[in-house]
């Protein structure tokens, strides 16, 4: 798993490896880097339901050099014409890592036959495309806070497994004490535009940010809809963005995949994009579910592990 440009065989398998603007406007642009959008501390809107995808500060991705990564499209009807709904990540040959909320407009009633995902793209009209044949939400997750915020897809059929389409590694119980805030950048892909509310980009966009201590990032986001989270920013999360902004996912990269190289130079897969206030906000950093802290669930849940 993780390695860029492998040399594959169809039997390969993944494995787990401050700001000074108004209470008022903090309360409104809150969102989902995909992401939500808080109108009020009581009432949580999903900005990825209405504006399109988004990589701020971003450039254009190499072809094929994210073999990991997924677009989850979604069809009014089966069969239907389909959206781009959001990213997501290949972890195995049969499971793809998304966000829970990007199914909250299902109501807890997820229809698998109305969703897709697509690998190895470079666009989002390109790749191969599987159907998908189970959705499972972490059974911690509540649409009205943020915690948990993880959805495991299981595909009908196997990926073909190729230099353009390969599973990240997920990290190991151990491996977010080695992930040194400061120290350690973490890079952030998905479609979409280059400015928020701007002309969508269909090419896969990159942008590398630095890990933010919790302390901080738990800091920065104290004053804003509490009621979201209210046991604070908790390592459950893991926060990554520049102290002066102008670098983030936003809308429509919700799901999509933080990772980071290792020193034996494979990838591993830190976090799935979950929230933010705005994007790329000066002291206001992204903040991602953290997946070491979800090892065991992977495991419990997957093919993961298995001979």
Known sequence: ??????????????????SSTSSSNRRRVLSRLGKRDVQSHS?????FDVARPIIVGGVNAKPNSW???VALFKTSVPGGPKRFLCGASLISRQYVVTAAHCFDSERGN???TKFSIV????????????????????PGYRPRQYYNDLCLLRIDGLVKLTNKTYPVCLPSDGLRDKIIPGENDATVTGWGDTTFGGVNSKVLQE??????????????YSAVAKANFPKGITNVFICAGLPEGGKDACQGDSGGPLTTKLKDNSWVQ????????????PGYPGVYTRLSQYTKWFYDNTDLGRS
């Open 1 to 18: 798993c993780g390695l860029r440009s492998p040399k594959l065989t169809d039997d390969s398998r993944g494995g787990v490896g401050a």
């Open 43 to 47: 009432r949580v809107k999903r900005l």
């Open 67 to 69: 073999p990991w990564m």
């Open 110 to 112: 997820i229809d698998p």
């Open 119 to 138: 690998v190895g793209s470079h666009t989002t009209k390109d790749g191969t495309e599987y159907l998908v044949e189970n959705a499972l939400i972490h």
């Open 207 to 220: 942008v590398t940010v630095p890990i933010v201590p919790l302390k901080d990032c738990n800091a920065s």
């Open 270 to 281: 830190l976090g799935v994009v979950s929230f933010g206030y705005g994007c790329a906000q």
